[in-house]
């Protein structure tokens, strides 16, 4: 039962375009939600975060919009630049719980010249 | 920098033969993770360490150990490796006073099975 999930493998952008990355998730206990991105041979490194009573957090060209009423996330990613193509991982947090994160299976980013 | 770190970042090993994975960290952190990541699978939590107490997964196979030595190392043993072992192992941290939201990751240790 996956409980994060992120529906598109992949998503190919032209550089200076707006890259759009969703997530849904099922269980309304989760609290706290990031975004995670990973360039190949390196470990996730952390990007962006938003507490389950936000709806919006803003971070320079990084914006994460979160829908509880559709249990949906996205992150928007404006302008996209080459730099940025790799996988991002949606995780959620169960509130009050030991910090454990659920991982969506990631999307694969290509932004092109 | 303050960071998390693996070793080694990849890893042979023989089908049964025990293997050990290190993660060190210079956050000082209390609170160190190991991950699972199969090819194009969500990470997946084995078990973490609060401190020294030692938290497992209810599905993480008994093949699977580790040990806190002191808070900056933490390792991963696989006692009898199978072919489905083969992984990305994700070592990764948080909290200087408990859990907190954000963790960091290391590189990984990419094991492999023969």
């Known amino acids: 039962d996956q409980q994060v999930k992120q529906n598109s493998p992949s998503l190919s952008v032209q550089e200076g375009r707006i890259s759009i990355l969703n997530c849904d998730y099922t269980?309304?206990?989760?609290?706290?939600f990031l975004w995670y991105k990973k360039y190949p041979a390196e470990g996730p490194t952390f990007l962006i975060s938003i507490s389950s009573i936000k709806d919006k957090n803003e971070d320079g060209r990084f914006t994460v919009f979160l829908n509880k009423s559709a249990k949906h996330l996205s992150l928007h990613i404006v302008p996209s630049q080459p730099g940025d193509s790799a996988v991002y991982f949606c995780?959620?947090?169960?509130?009050?719980?030991?910090?454990?994160?659920?991982f969506g299976q990631g999307t694969t980013l290509q932004v092109k010249p | 920098d303050a960071m998390v770190i693996q070793n080694p970042r990849y890893q042979v090993t023989q089908f049964g033969k025990p293997v050990t994975l290190s993660c060190s960290q210079t956050l000082n952190h209390n609170v160190m993770y190991w991950y699972q990541q199969k090819s194009s699978q969500a990470p997946k939590l084995l078990f973490h360490?609060?401190?020294?107490?030692?938290?497992n997964e209810a599905d993480t196979p008994d093949n699977f150990q580790s040990r806190r030595p002191n808070t900056s190392f933490c390792f991963l043993d696989i006692r009898s490796p199978g072919l489905g072992d083969a992984a990305m192992y994700l070592c990764?941290?948080?909290?200087?006073?408990?859990?907190?939201?954000?963790?960091?990751f290391g590189p990984g240790t990419r094991l492999l099975v023969l």
């Open positions: 360490y609060y401190d020294k107490d030692f938290n």
């Open positions: 269980n309304s206990m989760f609290d706290y």
């Open positions: 990764a941290t948080s909290g200087r006073s408990g859990y907190q939201e954000t963790q960091y």
């Open positions: 995780a959620a947090r169960y509130s009050g719980n030991t910090g454990k994160l659920i």
